[in-house]
Structures are given as C-alpha cells and as structure tokens.
C-alpha cells in the first residue's frame, strides 16, 4: 500500500528526544522541533522548603519510583503545555542513545503506555537516524551532549557497537572549568548559577587553535598576544569581567594532554581503530558532528588539526592507514539533527512495523534492545 495511503492520513507521531539538558519536542514529519525545553522538573521537597528555584534534572531521582513520577509529570507538561495535543492513541518516537540506561527506558515505556495510553512507542537510537538526515549509510558520529562524548561508528545502516568510545568530555566539564576559573578570579560563587555559567559559555568562550593551545599549556600564555577580556552582567548584580585566557582555554578540557590519551580527538580514533581495516577509510571521511557542544566556534577545525596531527604520530601511523577526514554538514542545526532524524524516522512506514503497540507491551513488557530486534514482540516484520 502506498506511504500516502498509510501514514500520512494517520495523525502525525510525537517525536521526543530527551536529553540531560534539554529535551526537544515536536511532530514526524517537520523540519525543526516545535520546542527546546530544559529536561527539568518541579523538586516539591524544595519548593516546601522555601528554595527559590526548586527545579531538578529530570534524570536527578534517588530511585525508580521516583524516576517515574518525574517522568509522568514532565511528560504532562510536553503533551498539554507544549505540542497541545492528547497523547491517547498517539504513536510517540523516542530519539534515544544506545547508551541510555535501561531503567530510564523501561520507565519512560511505562509511563507512556500505562498512565498516557499511547498507542505505540518507537525507540530510535540517536546515531543510525542521524544519518538519515545526510542520506548516508556509512559514517562515525560524534554526539557531544552535556554529559559525555560518545562516538559510534555506523556502517552501511548497521551500528558498529564493539566499537563506540565515550569520555565525560562535553558541556558539564567546560561548565566546572569556567566556574573554576571565574573562583580563582575572585567571583563570587553565588552569582556562578548553571544558566549565567552556560551564558557565559555560549556568548564568550570559543575553541583556540592547537598552537595556541600548546603555548597555553608550556608557558601559560606569555609568549601569545592575549585574547580580549569582556565584561558580562550576571543576573543584573554585579559586572563579571570574563578575561581572555578563560575564553580561549574553557574548552580544551575537551583535549587534555595525559598519558592516558582519553581526549576527543584519541577516541575518535580508537573508535575508528577498532572497526575493520576495509571500513575505516569510509568511516574517517564521514564524519558527524551532533550535540549542542559542537556548535561552539572553531570546534570542527581544531578537531581536524587534531586528528591530523595524531594521525602523523607514531601511536597511530603504522595502525589506521587513513590518509585524512572530511567532515559532514547537516541540513539542522548540531543540536537538533538527532531529533530531525527521528522525524524522518517517524514519517516513514517503519513506525507502523516496528514500534512496540500497547498491546504488545501488555502482554510482556520487557523493552526490546536495539542490538536484538527478534525480542520485538507483536510487531510484524517490515
């Protein structure tokens, strides 16, 4: 039957992709989210208490029923606050990593099916449907988030797991290196909140190139011609002076220079040095960069010098044979290309033939993983 006569007549699924920041939110089909909002929710304990901001991270819970009431009530505020529509009967698409822990899975499964009465849910693991916003088949991508960098490499439409690599190396670590700094300068913490800290993040700091890197690190800087320090109104208290050494320098806990070799640009490559000889070659000039973290200025570029540079040492020159890297640029912004391909994924067939249904998930409600579709009860083979 043709896709017009299926899917489209339906009502479009809701499409989600939760992150630990952010989560965004929308319709299958469109181009760009309808909402980017905080992954956040009310901390009742705290509002009792008299706390001015008694918000939390939604993943914050001491245990799992305390995972899924947060759940329940930030899923009340996207379906009736933000896309407006009843969940009842809606096919829902979770844009998910490979990486979530399974408790979060199985509660966001529950809570969906068993207090919203969707009528399907779609699990989509965030590094294959990137690529379908490229249509590609084979690339290594980088997802950059808040937590952590996680590279998996994809290879003819198939995830490459024996493969990935993840490092704490994202917005959380650039966020304690700028308040560290900003203490040292003699700010007070109290005005160092985790939005003026991301303000100050995003409107001051860039990525420097490697030399000025290296020169950072031998002589601290004395030998560069110092970058520009600005002048940031925090909360409309106090003026903040950000000095030009923490502007240049946040970001390059993102490449760290330790004998245990676990910066970006060496997990990008083990990554790489782990899939078979045939497939690296591909894999390095298909390149994905994702996440909100990547959007900073210069990022791309001092990654490639990087990569280049540890591609000519001696610890990878005799074992990847890769001769370079290109990189691709999707048609979304870094932050919401997972969630544009999770639309994609949503517009298709392929959430009538393999999401798990209500009923399905009543009759035995263990979530099937990606790397074993035949766990994948009552839903027919596509």
């Not at 929710?41 to 939390?56: E, F, I, M, S, Y």
């Not at 001491?62 to 809606?90: C, G, H, M, Q, W």
């Not at 003699?186 to 939005?195: F, I, M, P």
């Not at 970058?227 to 003026?239: D, K």
């Amino acid at each position: 039957m043709p896709l017009y006569e299926t899917v489209l007549q339906e009502k479009p699924a809701i499409v989600l992709e939760i992150g630990n920041a952010l989560t965004k939110l929308g319709f299958a089909g469109e181009p760009y989210p309808r909402s980017i909002i905080p992954s956040e929710v009310l901390d009742h304990r705290a509002k009792n208490a008299g706390q001015t901001t008694p918000n939390r991270k939604l993943f914050a819970s001491a245990n799992e029923t305390e995972l899924y009431d947060a759940l329940v009530e930030f899923l009340k505020t996207i379906f009736f606050k933000y896309v407006l529509v009843s969940p009842k009967e809606r096919k829902i698409v979770v844009v998910e990593s490979v990486l979530c822990p399974t408790t979060v899975k199985e509660n966001l499964a529950r809570a969906l099916f068993c207090h919203f009465d969707v009528s399907s849910v779609f699990f989509v693991p965030t590094h294959l449907v990137v690529l379908a916003t490229l249509a590609v088949e084979t690339a290594l991508v980088v997802d950059i988030g808040y937590k952590e960098a996680v590279v998996v490499p994809v290879f003819c439409g198939v995830q490459a797991l024996y493969a990935w690599e993840a490092q704490p190396l994202a917005a959380e670590s650039v966020h304690a290196e700028i308040r560290r700094q900003l203490l040292e300068c003699g700010v007070h913490e109290q005005l160092l909140t985790e939005a003026t800290v991301e303000d100050i993040k995003i409107r001051t700091c860039f990525v420097t190139t490697a030399d000025r890197a290296a020169k950072y690190r031998t002589d601290g800087g004395a030998s560069l011609k110092p970058c520009p320090s600005v002048e940031y109104t925090a909360r409309g208290e106090a003026m903040i002076t950000i000095p030009g050494r923490l502007r240049e320098t946040a970001y390059e806990v993102m490449f760290p220079e330790d004998n245990d070799r676990l910066g970006l640009p060496y997990i990008v490559l083990n990554a790489i040095l782990k899939c078979p000889r045939d497939t690296r070659v591909p894999l390095a000039e298909n390149l994905i960069l994702i996440g909100g973290s990547t959007m900073v200025q210069g990022l791309a570029a001092r990654l490639k010098a990087e990569l280049m540079a540890l591609l000519a040492s001696d610890l990878y020159r005799e074992r990847l044979f890769v001769n370079g890297f290109k990189f691709h640029k999707a048609p979304a912004e870094p932050n919401f290309t997972g969630w544009l391909g999770g639309s994609i994924y949503g517009a298709t067939d392929l959430v009538l033939t393999k999401s798990i249904t209500r009923e399905a998930y009543g009759k035995n409600q263990t979530i099937p993983d990606f790397t074993n579709y035949e766990e994948t009860r009552g839903a027919p083979r596509g």
